[in-house]
């Protein structure tokens, strides 16, 4: 669909009607201030014409050999008009006819006539700022005076400022509004077109995959200690030889710093035990390493003073539990065993 809404369409009308202010409005400005003139001193710049104090700007810049300003020194001045009613008349045009790729090469030309005008700009300014006469009465090698294509600039005691006007505003105020409309009509053409049967039947089926995947794929991630909290108890998980973690067949992972609260997080029925995929435990021995609960061979004692006294720790094999259980005269359990009594 490049056929653009009537809303956008009478927007697009408007901004360029709208353009019809800038033959009445200045539209850039040139400003200087120094101790003399804490006042300051303006030059504005319209489509035809320059207005401001540029008599006083002249009679200063005289002592340093600069130019005077003149309308005549500006051959743009016999064009411009016609070249924003250009703009006007191809802006209506859009709007009437209403194509969006007539919208995208009318953007193009405003980039472009935004770019030519900054480029002749700044070879006004460079030539009025450079080519200095060499019998003024100020002279210091190696300085020149070119303004500033926009912004600040210090030359000599004077602080010069150089911004668009009212007019320039305008201006850039349509231009961006255009380009907004552009990005609407290309993001309501993308939502608004249909579908085709085999993009029907792929995108479900891609759903289908990426959530088979990631629920296949969920594997337990490693306790951000000091950070993460126990989702049976809240309290944040400060030892990283105990606990464990629950992985649902959906992939959500929920993290419990003692096998009590694991148990307790079961038993309370807050997800259904066929949603669960896997339940694992950290090996004592190996913090940051995990051990399936059907595997897992568990010492229970008191000596081991897990975080909320299940005082339960899971070991890879009886072997290696067996050890444990001997220094801390514990006993050994299965996850059936040590679940049924927490």
Not at 75 to 82: A, N, V
Not at 83 to 98: D, K, N, P, R
Request: overall charge positive; proline content about 5%.
């Amino acid at each position: 669909m490049s056929k653009m809404s009537l809303p956008s369409r009478i927007i697009i009308a408007l901004g360029s009607l709208s353009l019809i202010a800038t033959f009445f409005l200045p539209v850039w400005f040139i400003f200087l201030i120094a101790p003399q003139y804490p006042e300051g001193l303006t030059m504005n710049i319209w489509l035809n014409k320059i207005t401001g104090q540029v008599e006083i700007i002249n009679g200063l810049n005289h002592y340093i050999g600069m130019k005077h300003i003149k309308a005549e020194m500006f051959p743009e001045f016999g064009y411009l008009i016609y070249v924003v009613a250009a703009f006007i008349a191809l802006g209506l045009l859009v709007a009437i006819v209403g194509r969006r790729k007539l919208l995208f090469y009318y953007l193009i030309l405003t980039v472009l006539g935004g770019i030519a005008a900054m480029v002749d700009f700044y070879k006004w300014g460079y030539d009025y700022g450079h080519n200095l006469d060499p019998k003024a009465a100020i002279q210091v090698p190696g300085l020149f005076y070119q303004p500033p294509l926009i912004g600040h600039k210090t030359l000599l005691n004077f602080d010069a400022y150089s911004y668009p006007d009212v007019g320039g505003w305008v201006v850039i105020g349509i231009a961006i509004l255009f380009f907004l409309v552009y990005g609407y009509e290309l993001y309501r053409n993308r939502k608004l077109k249909p579908l085709s049967l085999k993009a029907k039947k792929t995108i479900p089926a891609l759903g289908m995959l990426i959530v088979l995947l990631s629920s296949c794929n969920a594997q337990p991630t490693v306790f951000n200690i000091g950070k993460d909290n126990c989702d049976d108890c809240k309290m944040t998980i400060m030892d990283a030889k105990f606990g464990g973690e629950i992985i649902t067949k959906k992939g959500r992972i929920y993290k419990f710093d003692d096998a009590h609260c694991l148990a307790n997080f079961i038993k309370s029925n807050t997800i259904k035990k066929e949603e669960i995929a896997q339940t694992v435990f950290i090996n004592f021995e190996k913090p940051n390493t995990f051990l399936p609960a059907g595997t897992a061979v568990f010492v229970v004692s008191p000596q081991l003073k897990s975080p909320m006294n299940s005082n339960a720790a899971a070991f890879e094999n009886e072997k290696a539990a067996q050890k444990t259980a001997q220094e801390t005269n514990g006993k050994i359990e299965n996850w059936t065993e040590l679940s049924a009594s927490l």
